[in-house]
């Protein structure tokens, strides 16, 4: 049932699919734009998403055509469905990509002047996504290549895998945050830098205990 083209339910799915690709997909371009500051630097990963949606809108239409259970593997819809997976995966790498890349090099230039822990944290958490969000694509593609039915399984697993990549950056971010304040606090509190090396400030019980001391040797003077 789920792999039946022909039913009313199946186009309304891919639809949702291809919206909801677009939408990550222009998430991640759109935060390699803001890192770069660039236009010329998003010009590709743009003509490909383009063509994710010339491919995406496509395929649907076919899919709201197909009255016969002509196999997918063999129509012309199927050309449609390989554009999409394509371009698709090529659109997230891409922009990933530079995203991360951008990220690393002001990470590299900023640590010959800082000693603290950058921003490096942020670079594996879109790698991350990333890779969670270019498996199922390639897994597709593959399915697509060898005819193999799993790519029926492929096509439902692509939804949930692209809220969880899309969330995901910003609830592991949020929680990297939350703990690199916990343990500034705890140096601080503890009197630590973050290379270990103590604090060293005149403190009260310093002069307290020097005070002592004076007025210990005047009671043996008396």
């Not at 050309?79 to 090099?105: E, P």
């Not at 694509?137 to 692209?162: E, H, Q």
């Not at 307290?208 to 043996?220: H, I």
Request: net charge negative.
């Amino acid at each position: 049932f789920f792999a039946d083209d022909t039913q009313e339910t199946y186009a309304i799915k891919s639809a949702v699919v291809v919206m909801q690709t677009l939408l990550g997909d222009g998430v991640v371009i759109y935060r390699c734009y803001v890192v770069w500051k660039s236009v010329r630097v998003i010009i590709l990963p743009c003509m490909m998403w383009c063509a994710v949606a010339v491919c995406g809108t496509h395929m649907v239409y076919d899919f709201s055509l197909t009255s016969d259970a002509e196999s997918l593997f063999t129509n012309e819809t199927g050309h449609w469905v390989a554009g999409f997976l394509i371009f698709t995966f090529l659109t997230n790498l891409s922009s990933s990509g530079l995203l991360a890349y951008r990220i690393w090099t002001i990470e590299r230039e900023a640590s010959t002047i800082r000693t603290r822990k950058g921003i490096m944290p942020i670079v594996h958490i879109l790698v991350d996504a990333a890779v969670l969000y270019s498996v199922p694509n390639c897994a597709g593609i593959i399915c697509l290549a060898l005819s193999n039915n799993g790519l029926a399984v492929i096509g439902d697993l692509i939804n949930p895998v692209i809220s969880i990549a899309f969330y995901m950056v910003f609830i592991r971010i949020a929680i990297n945050k939350d703990i690199q304040e916990f343990l500034s606090t705890v140096c601080i509190g503890t009197g630590e830098t973050d290379q270990g090396i103590p604090l060293h400030y005149p403190t009260q019980p310093l002069q307290a205990s020097t005070t002592y001391k004076q007025n210990d040797t005047s009671f043996w003077l008396k």
